[in-house]
């Protein structure tokens, strides 16, 4: 399961051909050309923006 940086939906990449992108050697799935668009015009923001869903104490 893959998980779609821009809408956070989750995505099954078997089914999920409508877009694809690799960035920094890691492949991102998107659950449409919208938010392949999106991810393409500022990458780091969605990037720096899914690190927050699962924040970790960094002591
Ligand atoms: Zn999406």
Do not use: R
Not at 1 to 23: F, G, L, R, S, W
Not at 40 to 45: R, Y
């Amino acid at each position: 399961m893959a998980i779609d940086p821009v809408c956070k939906m989750e995505i099954q990449p078997e089914h999920a051909a409508i877009a694809t992108m690799e960035y920094e050697g890691k492949k991102y799935y998107f659950c449409s050309e919208t938010c392949h668009n999106k991810f393409k015009s500022d990458p780091e923001k969605f990037l720096s923006e899914e690190d927050n869903i699962f924040p970790e104490p960094h002591h």
